[in-house]
């Protein structure tokens, strides 16, 4: 199985920064995409970030709503990614939620997803 640990959210001003990462553990051999999701009170969940990587290939995708404030990384030896978050909105506040897809898990067939258990991101005066 993969287990994975979200860190970094917090309160923070508008026009202020966080950065997220989360770390991926466990017994698997290869992961397809790690990403963040958000849901806000009374809303889906919707995708902010994403990067998959296969074989050579890279890829990334944004959410229009984030796109050049926000900035994705992976750190594939370390099963570690990242979310950079610049210019905060208050619109930008609800639980951040680390997504592994795609996941090879060790001794099992197919792939498979799995989430964190989200952290809270609060941007107020």
């Known amino acids: 199985q993969v287990q994975l640990v979200e860190s970094g959210g917090g309160l923070v001003q508008p026009g202020g920064s966080l950065t997220l990462s989360c770390a991926a553990s466990?017994?698997?051999?290869?992961?397809?995409?790690m990403g963040w999701y958000r849901q806000a009170p009374g809303k889906q969940r919707e995708l902010v970030a994403r990067?998959?990587?296969?074989?050579?290939?890279?890829?990334?995708n944004y959410a229009d709503s984030v796109r050049g404030r926000f900035a994705i990384s992976r750190d594939n030896a370390e099963n570690t990614v990242y979310l950079k978050m610049n210019n905060l909105k208050p619109e930008d506040t609800a639980v951040y939620y680390c997504?592994?897809?795609?996941?090879?898990?060790?001794?099992?067939?197919?792939?498979?997803?799995?989430w964190g258990p989200g952290t809270q991101v609060t941007v107020s005066s």
């Open positions: 990067t998959t990587t296969y074989g050579s290939s890279t890829g990334t």
């Open positions: 997504n592994a897809g795609g996941v090879r898990v060790d001794g099992k067939p197919g792939r498979y997803d799995f």
């Open positions: 466990g017994t698997f051999s290869n992961i397809y995409a």
